[in-house]
Nanobody, 118 residues
Framework: QVQLVESGGGLVQAGGSLRLSCAAS????????MGWFRQAPGKERDFLAA????????YYADSVKGRFTISRDNAKNTVYLQMNSLKPEDTARYYC???????????WGQGTQVTVSS
């Protein structure tokens, strides 16, 4: 199993940047694909970005492509989400998730709030 703790959220003005971090427990972090999701009030949880365990390949939702960058540091058991050119519609609670090998995202953090003011 793996436990996830997000950090780095906060209040930022439109056009600004934030970097979210997700620290994972456990010794097999490199065997987990990692993803970032977000959920705004009254809306479903949306996929944002993922980085695979095997080759570090990255995937992005169209809504954040070119603005957000996912990366991982296996030595630190941490995955990051660099968010640039933030918009008020990016306001949401952001979650990281882990999927073991080729499995589904079964492990979730508690989330960190991001608020973008106009």
């Amino acid at each position: 199993q793996v436990q996830l703790v997000e950090s780095g959220g906060g209040l930022v003005q439109a056009g600004g940047s934030l970097r979210l971090s997700c620290a994972a427990s456990g010794r097999t972090f490199s065997s987990y694909s990692m993803g970032w999701f977000r959920q705004a009030p009254g809306k479903e949880r949306d996929f944002l970005a993922a980085v695979t365990w095997s080759d570090g390949r990255t995937y992005y939702a169209d809504s954040v492509k070119g603005r957000f960058t996912i990366s991982r540091d296996n030595a630190k058991n941490t995955v990051y989400l660099q968010m640039n050119s933030l918009k008020p519609e990016d306001t949401a609670r952001y979650y990281c998730a882990a999927a073991y090998l080729h499995g589904e995202y079964n492990y979730w953090g508690q989330g960190t709030q991001v608020t973008v003011s106009s």
